[in-house]
């Protein structure tokens, strides 16, 4: 039995955001549990520049004010993305805003960009960036609420946090801050991009981190058709693929499936990785993919990379699975690989099409 096993269920007799707040102290204490770490070759990757000793990474929402880099990626992750991160700090919605839903294996959450902003979010990344990392680090950018030009907000975030990532996330499909998804309209988005890609050469060049675009499950097949054309265009690093979802599917059991706000965990893993498979048909395999959305095997990590994955990540499966859940998604992906005869993940990346 391994200490999540106990220590699990006595967190999750804490209200959700609370028990959140509690593995956030853990954390930054010290006193998260030893991991087996992984070292496989076949899990290795590299793209933008950047190496990683395995594709999985913590997804956004976990560490909003990048307080536990360094605990998180010794829990075995290849990666984690802090944020989202708005200019200004700011409360989020009311509370209660997180909801269990267990029989579910599932979370609903309408959190709204709660975070301490950029300012607090600098001088901890400064703090962890004063030695090297074991891991890649993803910057998460979001706008606050109250913002009327969405874009000011994005630049913002990418002037003042852009010397610490190694790469950078435009999130535009949180379900929670009024008109964000509206800026994943072609128009908008295309403004949004060039001028967060004009941002970050200004300020560092050719050394700009690569910029990617997170975008949500529900939309239309002309909305892929344009986000796929735009990302083409502007040669888009990358798009994460996908955040929560506002549908609620029939088979949900718990009694908080009709709260408002995003649906994460085991409900969103088909609609997420058809999102995954089609963006990557029509990003013609040009533009890394991170799927992300219902993860909690090496079985469905391997699908989303064979649907057109470069990397995945999960956070809701934590709620349920904890720490010990990252050693054994890599184990398992590393014997499946193995299994269909891959030397890498990179030889598995997109297998689905071929």
Known sequence: ???????????????????????LWCLKKGLAPSQKQIDDPVLKTSFWGREFSNPLGLAAGFDKNAEVVRP????????????????????????????????????????????????????NLADTRRDRLNGVLGVNLGKNKDTAVALDDYKQGAKQLCRYADYMVINVSSPNTPGLRALQDRKELEVLIKGVQLTLREEMGEKAPPLVLKIA?????????????????????????????????????SVHRSEGGGLSGAPLFETSTKVLFDMYRLTEGKIPLIGVGGISSGEQA???????????????????????????????????????????????????HR
């Open 217 to 253: 499950p529900d939309i239309t097949e002309q909305d892929k058709e344009d986000i796929a054309a735009v990302a083409l265009e502007l040669s888009l690093d990358g798009l994460t693929i996908t955040n929560t979802t506002i549908e609620r599917p029939s088979h949900l059991r």
């Open 72 to 123: 998180m990626l010794a829990l075995g992750f290849g990666f984690t993305e802090v944020g989202s991160i708005t200019p200004l700090a700011q409360p989020g919605n009311p509370k209660p805003r997180i909801f269990r839903l267990t029989e579910d294996k599932a979370v609903i959450n309408r959190m709204g960009f709660n975070n301490e902003g950029m300012e607090s979010a600098a001088k």
């Open 1 to 23: 039995m391994n200490s999540f096993q106990i220590v699990g269920p006595m967190i999750r007799l804490l209200d959700a955001e609370k028990a959140h707040t509690f593995t």
């Open 302 to 352: 391997y699908k989303k990379i064979k649907a057109g994955a470069s990397l995945i990540q999960l956070y809701s499966a934590l709620v349920y699975y904890g720490p010990p859940l990252v050693t054994q998604i890599l184990e398992d992906l590393s014997c499946f690989l193995k299994q269909d005869g891959y030397n890498s993940v990179s030889e598995a990346i997109g297998a689905d």
